[in-house]
Nanobody, 121 residues
Framework: QVQLVDSGGGKVQAGGSLRLSCAAS????????VGWFRQAPGKDREFVAL????????NFADSVKGRFTISRDNAKNEVCLQMNSLKPEDTAVYYC??????????????WGQGTQVTVSS
């Protein structure tokens, strides 16, 4: 059974940084597409970033380009989202996702439980 555990959320002021982690059990990340989505109150869940864990290729939503980076540690079976220069509009619950579409950016079947990120102005 595949399980994803998201962690690292919290409250920060605008301009601050947070690092989210996604750890997996029951599957390895070694040849997967792993991504992050977020959902703000009253809004649809939206794509944030993805990484192809075999090649290290990445893709980001326009709203986070230049501020967020995504990385993988295949030995730890973990994917991290480094979020810098955070803005109040980044406030959302962030979800890790496994087996998402590399080109379509559609989510795969496996989700983490979500971690809350709150950015105050």
């Amino acid at each position: 059974q595949v399980q994803l555990v998201d962690s690292g959320g919290g409250k920060v002021q605008a301009g601050g940084s947070l690092r989210l982690s996604c750890a997996a059990s029951g599957r390895t990340f070694s040849n997967s597409v792993v991504g992050w989505f977020r959902q703000a109150p009253g809004k649809d869940r939206e794509f944030v970033a993805l990484i192809a864990t075999r090649t290290g290729g990445t893709n980001f939503a326009d709203s986070v380009k230049g501020r967020f980076t995504i990385s993988r540690d295949n030995a730890k079976n973990e994917v991290c989202l480094q979020m810098n220069s955070l803005k109040p509009e980044d406030t959302a619950v962030y979800y890790c996702n496994l087996d998402m579409g590399l080109l379509t950016k559609r989510p795969g079947p496996y989700w983490g439980q979500g971690t809350q990120v709150t950015v105050s102005s």
